[in-house]
């Protein structure tokens, strides 16, 4: 594993796009989401891949196989994932692009990077999505696991997207967001507010990682709309902007540098 502070500043922002306002019950502005989320992802990392499993729809090692597929990965790509966390998306790309060699995972959190390297012998940078100590031009695939709602600002990092891309490379985030009808939106409230936070806190014993689905729902109930991801993605110069929505509830970001 190599490290870069994690903690430094991040580049200068203009055009700031937040993925959601300051979510002041947890921290008191955003110049500390990025320690509380370390902190708070370093004390869940021991049960992020038992909830990974069975917290999130069976959005599980099928789900992004299929959904990198379809974004187009292919056998042999060169691949970085962001925000690997215990690595399930990782491991879906590795799955597909044939050898760990082919992987590069950046995780901030010490914790979810130390339980991913238990599992995967890909190359792990200790960075976040927005200055990723790797070169220009390097990748032929950039992948993003449900973590977009973490980023710092959505403009920074996908200017970074971008500069690590290859020039034809292609960028897929992978999101749970909101359903448009009201029923659907109702239904998730229940889920994510209540139902995982009690379940979490029923499987794990842990207050921590129940905390941090509770979290997570305030996350996405303040999370910006799809269409300001796609403006932010097209203003870091991807093309062939998209999204493809599965059941309602899972969201594919695609670009092409
Ligand atoms: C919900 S986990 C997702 C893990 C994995 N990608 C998956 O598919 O399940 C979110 C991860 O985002 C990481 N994270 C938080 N802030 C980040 C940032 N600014 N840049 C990159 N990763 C970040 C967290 O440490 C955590 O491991």
């Known amino acids: 594993m190599t490290t870069t502070d994690p903690s ?3 580049p200068a922002q203009s055009d700031e796009t937040r993925p959601h306002p300051a979510l002041t019950d947890h921290y008191d502005d955003l110049e500390k989401k990025q320690s509380f ?13 038992g909830i990974a499993k069975w917290g999130w729809f069976g959005s ?12 187009g990965m292919k056998p042999g790509m060169k691949v970085i994932d962001v925000a690997s966390g215990t690595g399930p998306t990782a491991r879906a790309v590795i799955d597909i692009v044939g050898s760990a060699d082919l992987v590069t995972c950046i995780e901030p959190s010490a914790g979810m990077l ?3 390297e238990k599992l995967i012998s890909s190359v792990h940078h200790q960075a976040m999505a927005d200055d990723m100590p790797v070169d220009d031009n390097d990748f032929d695939f950039l992948t993003m696991g449900f973590a977009l709602r973490h980023v710092e600002d959505l403009g920074s990092a996908f200017a970074e997207f971008h500069r690590v891309l290859k020039p034809g490379g292609s960028v897929v985030i992978l999101d749970i967001t909101m359903p448009k009808n009201r029923l659907g939106r109702w239904l998730m409230k229940i889920y994510f507010k209540h139902i995982l936070p009690t379940l979490t806190r029923v499987f794990t014993r842990n207050e921590a990682a129940s905390y941090l689905m509770s979290y997570y729902w305030d996350t996405m109930d303040q999370m910006v709309p799809r269409e300001t991801v796609l403006q932010a993605l097209r203003k870091a110069g991807f093309s062939e902007v998209d999204e493809v929505e599965v059941l309602g509830v899972f969201t594919e970001y695609k670009g092409t540098k």
């Open 114 to 116: 130390a339980e991913s």
């Open 8 to 10: 430094s500043s991040s």
């Open 37 to 49: 989320l370390r902190d708070a992802f370093d004390d869940a990392a021991p049960y992020y891949e």
């Open 60 to 71: 599980g090692h099928s789900y992004r196989k299929d959904a990198l597929q379809r974004a």
